[in-house]
């Protein structure tokens, strides 16, 4: 009844014929992306064995690649940074991710672990069942039946815990799985209106869990790999999370349906908690006794101790990433931009925290973090529990030539970022929390001398960038050079 859709999970049979298949040929690796430069392309990486394996396994799967890039096409702007064309995982351009407070559909970042499924809404339906008293099946006419369900409508920002990583890759590198480690910058996150209703009212119409029930595990119909296995993508979340209702089941963003990239027809939004556990396309969901066993549970998105890599990891040296620590980026301008100014430079960026806690200050040094200055709270966005603050601020910088801008954010219970990002380094290169650093060549126009400069380029219509290429006339006449001489001691000294 869907294309691009199988239930692995329920096909034990067709899990092992897809492991048959895989084992049995040979794949190209995966590409390494971080000791070198990172490719210049858009997309930067394709993805090209994850579109084999789709090939290999055929049937549903062999069009998904060509129709998730179809889809990307259709529904993002044209403008994205397509960090990987399959699956896809892409972010809006530095200039464009707080244009505005509410970020609009087109331009939400996207991380997808597999192709994006084409589901027929009239065909659709989630089972609830696992270790709950009646498990029962919902369409989505059902749980939009008011007199059943009370709606519920939530801003809520999105976070990838990979935002920022990056800053680790080009310091230090770490675990380069192309889709568990997309190289991302500072755009993976995003805020929207969603409405749905509370997941807890859906577990309380099949009569609530039973004994021992303590997790909540959603399977999305995308298809995910892992050593050569071929699954459904799965995670879960406590059921404490579910019952102080900040799990939401949601067919709207936006004011518009589900884009089919974001998870058409319904999907999960867990507030305060990394992206990974809003689950999209929902098609079910099971009460279980433990966190989920499912590789990107159990295996992936794990905070490892910084002696941990490649070298001695295990599975359980590694922290479940739930909640996103206190973070905030500067979004303008950017690392290496020359900035021409009269004694301030305008930055504008994001803030934010999870787990329900919100930005309660932001701060901004010129000079690499000796001196902060607190943007004022009028220049900072509506104060929201599960959501980012956006803010702008024009930054005191009376110095000229090369400075470091660092930006941190003070939370509501008083958390704050690490100094440097070599303090949040961690082999698989999640939550770069660390103070955002970029360097920038200021140009302080209010000082007599660079004014005066700045002019004799506009009056010979010499473009002042790049900052690079040489000077294209004289710095100094020779009278004004000699004169300099006459009135000053030689360079070299005397001998007495």
Known sequence: NV??????????????????????????????????????????????????????????LDRVPDDSWDIVQKEKHPD????????????????????QEITPNPLHFVRNHGGIPIIDRRDYSFLLDGLVAEP???????????????????????????TRRIEQILKYAGQGDEVPQAPWAEGAIGTARYVGISLKKVVKACGGLAEGAKHLEFYGADTYFKDDKTMNYLVSVPWAKVKANEVMLAWEMNGEPLPRIHGYPLRIVVFGYIGARSVKWLYRVKAIREPSRAPVQSQEYLY??????????????GIQIQEMPVSSAIMSPWTKQVVIHNGSIRCKGWAYSGGGRWPERVELSADGGFNWYAVPVEKLSRKRRWTWRTWEFDLPCDVEGWVEVVCR????????????????????????????????????????????????????????????VPLAFPSQSWEDYEKYWASHDPRDAEDD
Request: with cysteine; net charge positive.
């Open 3 to 60: 294309a691009s859709f199988v239930e692995w999970e329920n096909y034990p049979a067709k899990k092992a014929a897809a492991h048959k298949i895989l084992t049995s040929q040979t794949f190209p690796p995966n590409p390494e992306f971080q000791l070198g430069p990172i490719p210049a392309t858009n997309p930067v990486l394709p993805g090209t064995h994850w579109k084999m394996w789709h090939h290999a396994v055929g049937g549903e």
């Open 80 to 99: 994205m940074l397509h960090l990987l064309q399959f699956p896809y995982n892409g972010e809006p351009p530095k200039r464009l991710v707080t244009d």
């Open 136 to 162: 029962r099946s919902f369409t989505l006419d059902d749980i939009m039946d008011e007199s059943r369900f009370p709606r519920m409508e939530k801003t809520v920002t999105m976070q990838c815990s990979g």
């Open 304 to 317: 490892f101790p910084q002696q941990v890599g490649k070298h001695n990891l295990k599975m359980t040296d």
């Open 409 to 468: 954010c003070w939370d509501n219970a008083l958390n704050t970022q690490p100094p440097d990002v070599r303090t949040a380094w961690n082999w698989g290169l999640h939550v770069t929390s660390s103070c955002h650093r970029i360097s920038l060549y200021s140009v302080n126009k209010s000082r007599p001398a660079t004014r005066a400069r700045l002019a004799e380029f506009e009056s010979k219509g010499i473009p002042f960038g790049p900052i690079t």
